[in-house]
């Protein structure tokens, strides 16, 4: 009928692994009012009309973003990755750490996740994954779950995030994913911890 909800996705796979002609996006589980507040109003759209409205036989289409990595630091090799996520943007973040995990994939030898949820339940949709990973990677992946209110207004006076987060070495690259008032604030807070501004990354 002409009616077309849309919404910029990361696709996900919970074994790292996916299989030709099939793809999983990971949504909040929460009321589409939420969800606006979460995602914005037009993935929030798209979330609502995959759970509530969408019949076997209705037609989706995926087209790959143009979103991509882009490290303008001038510190090279990267030998360190932080990287900061807010809700579902763990997706990403995991894939990303996946690729460089394995010893001989990258320059990379110490990956730091932290992610913040504002809810212990918000955890539980990928925390064993994380888990799986950290346990395989345990010499080189740091990981802190974080239950706070990610819109806190200064990210500084919450100790759990201060410690997780590494002061700044050369080599250091930081990743942020979730929301976008949520990553200008981590952003300012990176820049706050001595962060240079070219190294960090919004996905």
């Not at 606006?36 to 995959?50: D, K, Q, W």
């Not at 995990?101 to 030898?109: A, E, I, K, Q």
């Not at 395989?136 to 207004?153: G, H, M, Q, T």
Request: hydrophobic content about 40%; charged content about 25%; overall charge negative.
């Amino acid at each position: 009928e002409g009616n077309v909800a849309r919404g910029d996705f990361f696709p996900f796979s919970a074994s790292g692994k996916s299989k030709p002609g099939s793809f999983h996006n990971l949504v909040p589980n929460k009321t589409p009012e939420e969800n606006v507040v979460l995602l914005g109003l037009e993935a929030a759209n798209f979330a609502r009309v995959v759970k509530q409205e969408l019949k076997i036989g209705d037609e989706v289409a995926i087209k790959p973003g143009d979103t991509r990595l882009n490290y303008r630091g001038q510190y090279l090799p990267v030998t360190d990755i932080l990287y900061i996520a807010c809700g579902n943007g763990i997706v990403p973040v995991l894939d990303q750490a996946r690729a460089v995990l394995p010893r001989g994939s990258s320059s990379v030898s110490a990956v730091t996740v932290v992610w913040i949820n504002e809810e212990t339940k918000d955890f539980d949709v990928l925390a064993e994954v994380l888990e799986k990973e950290y346990f395989k990677y345990s010499d080189k992946l740091a990981v802190s779950c974080i239950v706070d209110s990610p819109r806190r207004r200064d990210w500084s006076d919450n100790t759990e995030i201060n410690s997780a987060v590494p002061d700044f070495k050369q080599g250091t690259m930081a990743v942020l994913a979730g929301p976008t008032d949520l990553m200008e604030r981590a952003f300012y807070y990176l820049e706050d911890r001595g962060y240079p501004s070219d190294t960090i990354c919004v996905l």
